[in-house]
Structure formats: C-alpha cells, structure tokens
C-alpha cells in the first residue's frame, strides 16, 4: 500500500484506463469462447518436495520476477473468463511485442511537431494505456526507461486474463457509499506527483505548504502501484523485482521499486491498533506448506485502490515448482469495498541481481520544489 494522495489520482488513472481497454480487444485474436467459471478462492495443488531450510519449512529464499502483461482487473473482452486459450495468450503477448520493437525503433530526425498537449492514440491492451495514461501525450517515458513484463500470468497451467480471481468476475467489488464519499473528500484535495509549475497557484491548498504535503512515491518513501504491499503487485513500468531472505523467525520480502524492504515476524502477534507501520504489521505462521501472513494497522495515509486503514490483507506462498511460488492475497475491508476479493499470481525465480533504486534521496528536489511554490506565491 502507498501513499494516499498519489493512490488516488493513479486510481483514477486505472479506472480510466480500465474503462479504455474495457472496449479493447487483448491482442487481434478471435470472439471470446462462452464464459467459464472462476477458480476458487483454495484450489488443491499438485505437492512439491521443495528445498527446506533447517528448520524444516520450505525454504523461499531467492530472487522473483513478477512482470507482467496480465492486468489486475479483468478485461471485458474476456467474456467474463479467467483463463485464456493458448491461442488468445499468444495473440496478446504477440501483439505487445510488436508494440515494444516498434517504439524501440529510431525515430524520424526530420518529423513533424506533434499536436498541442501531446499525441493521443488509440490503445489496445493493458499496457498500451497505462502507458498513455501514465506517460502523457507527451511521452513521459520512453522506451528506454521501461522494462515491462512480456508474458501473460500461467498460475496451475492456466493462462490468466487477470491478477484477480474472486469475484467471479474479476473485479474490484464496489465501494460503500460513505466510502465513495471519503474517496471524494481526498482526490478533491490530491497532490499532483507531477509537481506541475501550475499547481502551486491553481492546484489544492496546502499542495506545496511543506514536504509531508507531497505524495510518498515522489518522495521516494514507498513504491508506486502497491509494489510494496501488501498486497504486492508488478509494477507495469520497471523494477518488477522482489527478494526473499528467510530465517526460523522472520522473512523479509525486498521490493526492488524504491528499495521498499517488510519484515514479516513469524509466530507473533500484531502489534496494538495504535501503533501503525508503513505497510503495515505483518505476522506470518505456517499452515503446512504454505506461509499464511495477515497485516493490518497500516497507516492512513497508505491505500490500495481507495481502502481504509482498516484493512487487513492475507497473503499465501505456496511453492509449486523448484522454479515458482503461487502468490495469493486477500484484501477484506468491510468499511470501504462490499466485498473481499482475491487475485494470485506467481513469482518466478530469475539469475539476476537488484541494484540500487537511487532517485532522489534525501529528498534533494524537495527544497526546489517548496521555494518554487513560496516564488509563484509572492507573484
């Protein structure tokens, strides 16, 4: 979870560009066959002796990559199905690559101005409008900066329209009135991550008053698009990668995207409601094979698509092969949503190595930032 006043102008964000793709097809592939049921919120998987740590628990240490083109929420062109055929999944990531060599391609030295305000175009997939919506007309990311996920999600040799599985239909359930009210109450005073030279004058009073007024993913506090967690997501730009280090009573999970690190204790109790942690308090025990977390306390100025502080979000690691571990979160938040829902998506291991997420630290654009806003006001 992350920063309030930034979840909620990227909510709006995905919402949009969810209402996009909802009239978009997942690639050029043919009319979705007739709709099948979800899977299950516990499905039986086939068991694996996996490597073991010494005391005796599946041992999860390693590095995950969990890039994606599979988006959270499912498409309506899915005819409401959580699996694909293989023929659909190809077509998708078919089509994204496409996409990806085209914009890697130089461009013309002797183009044409584009329009006032940026190009806008019509997008297909996921991705594509993320990345409109995200980068601007203007393209505030080019392909260089982006390393984006190329596969569809494979969880129990099923190609996956979408992270979420329950509902049925693979939506986020809808939030209570007086929840929509308070989300009303915060975009109408959201900070802008852009730090626009506008804002200062027409954007919210107190935008720019001091540092703890701007959003934690642009001060480089917490990861964007709940990287983080819980629950921990892809990010669909970049640093898609997550690092378990394991010991008999805690797990870290390291988060590539703003070096985000949560420690999960195991066998222990949450802390009081009083004491709340970014991310949350995460408390793990062992159900067999599988490690079951629940975090709760977050702060209130943390959210996932709009949640309260209130939540709490359980988590599920099950490994499934030498090679990946089937990643599965709840979030139950009975102030806000109707309704829990779960999504799961697996961690694949990768040779790699995490390296350092700089951007700004010590937050040395913020004075820039805040004595610009104190100029624009003696204007």
């Known amino acids: 979870m992350r920063n309030r006043s930034h979840t909620v102008l990227f909510s709006v964000m995905l919402a949009a560009v969810a209402a996009v793709c909802a009239a978009r097809s997942l690639g050029a592939q043919a009319a979705p066959a007739p709709a099948q049921p979800s ?9 694996v002796n996996p490597p073991r740590t010494t005391d005796g628990h599946p041992d999860f240490q390693g590095l995950y990559d969990v890039a994606t083109v599979t988006p959270l929420e499912r498409p309506a062109d899915a005819g409401g ?3 694909l055929t293989n023929e659909e999944a190809a077509a ?23 329009p006032a305000g ?32 190329r596969q569809i999600i494979s969880v129990d040799g099923q190609k996956r329209s979408s992270i979420l599985i329950d509902p049925p239909d693979g939506k986020i359930p809808q939030m209570k009135p007086e929840a929509r009210q308070r989300l009303a109450r915060l975009r109408a005073a959201a900070v802008d991550p852009s730090a626009g030279e506008a804002a200062a004058a ?12 701007r959003p934690l993913a642009e001060r480089c506090l917490l990861g964007f698009n709940s990287t ?59 159900e067999g094979d599988t490690l079951i977390v629940e975090t709760r306390n977050f702060r209130p100025e943390q959210s996932f698509r709009g949640s309260s502080e209130n939540a709490v979000v359980t988590e599920r690691f099950t490994r499934v092969a030498n090679d990946k571990i089937v990643y599965r979160f709840t979030v139950e938040d009975p102030t806000t949503f109707t309704a829990p829902f779960t999504g799961e998506l697996p961690f694949i291991t990768v040779d790699a190595n995490i390296y350092e997420y700089a951007c700004h630290e010590g937050n040395y654009a913020l ?4 004595s610009g806003a104190r100029e624009a006001e003696k204007e």
């Open 39 to 47: 899977a299950k919120p516990a499905p039986a998987r086939a068991a």
């Open 81 to 83: 199905r959580l699996v």
């Open 92 to 114: 998708a990531e078919a089509y994204d690559h496409a996409r990806e060599a085209k914009d890697s391609a130089p461009i013309s030295g002797d183009r044409g101005a584009p």
């Open 118 to 149: 940026g190009e806008r175009v019509a997008t297909k997939t996921w991705l594509e409008a993320v990345e409109q919506f995200a980068g601007g007309g203007t393209g505030g990311y080019n392909r260089f900066w982006i390393e984006q996920g």
């Open 202 to 213: 027409s954007g919210p009073p107190g935008a720019f008053d001091g540092p703890e007024s």
């Open 228 to 286: 983080a967690g819980p629950p921990t997501l892809p990010n669909y730009f970049y640093n898609n990668l997550k690092q378990i280090v394991q010991t008999k009573d805690h797990i870290m999970i390291l988060v590539e995207m703003v070096h985000d690190a949560r420690i999960i204790r195991i066998q222990d109790r949450h802390t009081p409601g009083g004491i709340r942690k970014w991310m949350g308090d995460s408390v793990g025990h062992w």
């Open 367 to 370: 004075p820039g930032i805040l």
